[in-house]
Structures are given as C-alpha cells and as structure tokens.
C-alpha cells in the first residue's frame, strides 16, 4: 500500500523558489573577476536567473543538454547554477586547473552545447576555439565594458547583453527528480577524468544532510563563504545551502591567496568558510606574518583532503570551531564528519584533537562498508583496516559516458572509494591511506597519511609528503619528501628524532629530500604520482634541485 502524501519532486528550482519566497533581501557578495565586490539579493538573483533561463530558451537547446562553465565562485555562476538546471538542461562545471587535454576531452565527453567563462579563462578558450567549432554558443561571463576582442572566437556573446532584454519571469518547469541536473569530472589522476552526473534528488537531498547540525549545521544567521570552488563538486553543496537557507553568501572570486581571504571574511563578517588544507595554510600563514585574528568566523569546514592536527590547533587558538569532513566528487561530496558526541567532551585535550582529526562519522543517508581482503566487514575497532565502500541516494551509481568502471564492479550495488580506512564503536572512520599511496613495507602497510601528520607539526616544515621508495629487501620504504620554512633546516638526524618515540621504529621513514615546491594537482591536492617521480629521478641521480641529506 502506498502512503497518500503529495508526489512532490525535489528540484534544485524549488530551493530558488524559496529564497525568492522568504529570503529575498538576504544577501550574495561577490568578489569579481572586473574588480571590486558586486553585491546583490537573492530576490535579484532569482530575477536575474530567469533571465538567464528566457534567453537559454532562445538557443534551441534540448532537455538534458549540457552547458559547460569555466568560472570561479561568484554571482553568475550562481545563475548558470539554478538557470540552467532549473530549465532541465545539466549544469556542466568545468575545472579549469586541469591540463588544456584534459578540459578538451572532458567538453568533448560531455558533448557541450554552450559554454560560459569568466575573463580569466579567455586565454584557455581561446586555445581551444578549434575544438569548440560544434557548440551553439560562448559566452563571456562579462557585460560589454569589459568584452575582449577575440579573433580566435569570433562569434563570442557577451553575459550581460545575452540576458539584459529578457523578461524576468519564467515559470520553472515540473519534471522527475532524478532528472540530472549537474555533471562533474573527477580529477583523473589516475586514466581520464570521469564525469559524475548528479540529480535534482541528489544534489537537495545532499544539501539538505549537509545542514544538519552535526554535519555543518547552517541556519539563515550564518555568513557563508564557500572558498572551495563551485567547480569542483558543486562547492561542496554550498551555493545550494546558502539558497535554502536564507544565509548571506560571501562568494572569493578568483582571489584566494591568504591576504584577500582574511580581508573579504573581516568586511563581510564570514562566520562560516569549508575548503581544502593547502588553502587555509596560506590563510593561517599570512595571518601569523601580519599578527592578525578573526573577528567574526566561528566555524570551518575542512575536507578535501587531510587535515594536519596542527592546522586544527591553529584554528581553535583563534578561537574558530573546525569541522574535518570527508568526500569524493563521486559522494556529491558529503559523506563523513567529524561531529564529537556530548561522552566525548570529557575526553583530554589530545584525545579529543584526536578524534576531530578523523574524517569523521557517517551523514544519515549514507552507508558505509569496510571490508578486508575476503570482503567481509572488518571489526570496529578503530584499529583493523578495509577498503571502504559506500552507497546512498547522493552516490554515484556509474560515470557518465564512461561505460567500465571498476569501482562499481568489485562489489555490486556498493561503490569503492579507493580509501583504506579503520572504522571505531562510535562509526568515526579514519583514512588510512589511499590504496594506492600506502606504503608496503617487508608485508606490512604504513600510513603515508599518519607520517605526514607528524612531520607537518615540525617548526621547520612548510608542507610533507611520504611516498614509497623501491627497496631491494622490503620491497618498499617510506621516504620524506618536505618544503622547509624560509630559511628553515632540516637534516636526515632532525628526522629521526622528531619521529622517535611517536610511531613503530621500522616505520620512520629511510631518508628525507627537501624541495623548493612540491606538486599539487589540479584540484590543490598533493599529487603523490609527481612526488613519487621526484623521488625516482632522485635515485637515478636525475633529479631537479633537491637533496637527500
Ligand atoms: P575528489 O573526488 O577529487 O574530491 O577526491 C576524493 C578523495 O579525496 C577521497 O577518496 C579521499 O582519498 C580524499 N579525501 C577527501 N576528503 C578527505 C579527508 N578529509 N581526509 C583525507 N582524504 C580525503
């Protein structure tokens, strides 16, 4: 027997029809690509979103179709957001951090229609116009003062001019809630990048288990800045939230160097922020030189990839709550979040810096599976380790246009994040390692992620990478690969006694190399595959400038 209530879908269209209702005076500031703050409502954002939606209409677009956008946080992107999947089209976000290949295949893959892009972009697009030739349009996201003459995109439109005579009403249109809604590739280190094609019922679904108080806990009091970018997994459901919320939007633009973070969250009184380590290391870094403290940010969500416990302890003495989240592009991202229960209060300081360090415990909606080698569930001890599995209405069941995938495949109905990880009584989960970055030394496995935690609370280090180095006798041997401090030092002896006494002697690592930089990926993450390499050409004597004291 059925229930009898109303068959409502849950559409991205009915968050903006919401704050329109009842949030319309709540604010969205946006720092932009022509220069200064751009501040507008999310009445006016709503009026301008149909807008952009009247003249999608114009293009002949086709349900389901994608249009792309190469852009950085900011107010049109957050019409393109509710404009093009309200309208039934697949919001398309493009990063465009990765290799001109790589953003050519994925519009390829996605088989574009349109594409939007913010000025900084022009210099890719450009360099891609040959590829672009089958697309209805492009369009820069500018108004006519600042439209560049571009010989390489002749036919290029101009943001402002497209929607400026449209009407702004439109009648948002009814349709499945598990019509898709935006499409996200994921960063390919591994092969080519994935597209994740997210739905209606995901993305508020996904948004709504986000605001939850033990995962971000938001309410319409709140001052969100979103600094990880819309690009890169819908800004981590934010843009959405602020939306349904009524919370005032503090969107970076493409200025997130520690000086303009700390400026923007003082002058609009950010009291909450979520984005990847690298970032806030520039943001705590620069505060530290400058001798400056938060005034109004309370809390902060930290995800995307570990975070060291320093950073958190940098956090809490400038008296701002942190939250260490888990996800994936292929989780929407929300999936795990490091929310103490009211036993762990009474726990000492270190064990309760501990726990906050873990990726944390499941949102409800999302199961999770950690299986050892014979696919059993492991014990949860918060010691045995396991590949972790997931499922849940906001995880990807297959990539888009992609056919194989193995992570789908080794246990059905169940999604293989590529993650080993300890599970405790409580459900806090702990990322061991990723499987293909741990290291395997005489048969046994060592945490790159737990060794860098520890060299990362050295004073002399900037930034540590572990990965393994081919041994003859255990196979392989975890080695230290840091970025000192200016004018920092850092020997072979150093290393060994700040590891003594910490971890199981077989594990501190053989050598240590410092490096001017190390390689991030496209996404900001340290990228493990090029840290590997240096440490390759440093055996082979080829390697840049770097040493192995
Ligand atoms: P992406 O799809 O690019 O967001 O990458 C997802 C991967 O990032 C996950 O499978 C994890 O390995 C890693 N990751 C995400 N959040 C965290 C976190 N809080 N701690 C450690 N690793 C993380």
Redesign the pocket.
């Known amino acids: 027997m059925l229930g009898t209530m109303m068959d409502v879908p849950l559409l991205l269209s009915s968050i903006l029809r919401h704050a329109e209702a009842y949030h319309s005076d709540g604010e969205v500031v946006s720092a932009t690509v022509e220069g200064g703050l751009h501040r507008y409502t999310y009445g006016e954002l709503s009026k301008r979103t149909k807008k952009l939606a009247n003249a999608l209409a114009r293009m002949g677009l086709e349900p389901g179709d994608r249009v792309g956008t190469l852009a950085w946080n900011g107010y049109r992107h957050m019409e393109l957001y509710f404009g093009v999947s309200g309208s039934g089209f697949v919001c398309h976000t493009i990063n465009p951090r990765l290799f001109r290949e790589q953003i050519a295949y994925i519009i390829h893959n996605a088989a574009d229609s349109v594409l939007f892009f913010d000025l900084t972009f022009l210099p890719i697009v450009e360099e891609l116009a040959g590829q672009l030739k089958d697309l209805k349009a492009i369009v820069a996201m500018t108004d006519e003062a600042h439209m560049p003459k571009s010989e390489a995109l002749p036919g290029l439109l101009c943001y402002e001019t497209l929607i400026a005579d449209e009407p702004d009403s439109f009648e948002w249109p009814a349709f499945d809630e598990n019509t898709a809604s935006s499409l996200c590739y ?2 390919g280190t591994t092969g080519d990048p994935k597209g994740v094609l997210y739905s209606h019922r995901s993305c508020v679904l996904h948004a709504m288990a986000i605001t939850m108080p033990d995962a971000f806990g938001f309410s319409a009091a709140d001052v969100i800045a979103p600094i990880v970018p819309m690009f ?2 819908n800004a981590w459901g934010l843009p959405f939230v602020g939306a349904m919320v009524g919370a005032k939007l503090v969107l970076p633009g493409a200025h997130l160097d520690g000086a303009s973070l700390y400026h923007l969250f003082e002058g609009e009184k950010v009291s909450f922020t979520a984005g990847v380590p690298t970032v806030w290391l520039g943001l705590l870094d620069w505060m530290d030189t400058h001798g400056r403290s938060f005034t109004s940010l309370k809390r902060v969500v ?6 060291p416990p320093i950073m958190i302890s940098r956090f809490h003495n400038m008296g701002v709550k942190v939250r ?7 989780t929407s ?1 929300v999936g795990l979040a490091a929310a103490l229960k009211p036993k762990h209060e009474a726990l000492e300081p270190e064990a309760k810096l501990a726990l906050e360090c873990k ?1 944390g415990r499941p949102l409800f909606g999302m199961e999770f599976r950690v299986a050892g080698a014979d696919g059993q569930q492991v014990a949860r001890d918060g010691k045995s380790f396991g590949a972790m599995m997931v499922r849940g209405p906001w995880v990807a069941a297959s990539y888009f246009n992609t056919p194989h995938s193995p992570a789908h495949e080794e246990m059905p109905g169940w999604f293989n ?3 080993v990880v300890t599970q405790d009584e409580d459900g806090f989960i702990q ?1 061991v390692d ?1 499987t293909k970055d741990v290291v395997k030394s005489g048969g046994e496995w060592i945490s790159s ?1 737990e060794l860098e935690n520890i060299a990362q609370a050295h004073p002399a280090i900037q930034e540590a990478a572990i990965v393994a180095k081919p041994d003859a006798r255990w196979g392989e041997r975890p080695v230290l690969v840091v970025v000192l401090k200016p004018g920092a030092s850092f020997t072979r002896a150093d290393m060994r006694a700040h590891y003594e006494g910490k971890i199981a002697k077989w594990t501190i690592p053989d050598d240590v190399v410092i490096v001017p930089e190390l390689p991030h990926t496209a ?1 900001g ?1 340290l990228s493990k595959k090029a840290v590997r390499q240096i440490i390759l050409e440093q055996i082979s004597g080829n390697g840049p400038e770097a040493f192995m004291s």
Not at 302 to 307: D, E, F, N, R, V
Request: aromatic share 4%; charged share 15%; hydrophobic share 30%.
């Open positions: 994921t960063s890169h997994v930290i995800g995307g990839s570990a975070t260490h989240a888990w996800g994936m592009t292929e991202p990726q994040t590529g993650d990322i990723r992620i996404t993450k």
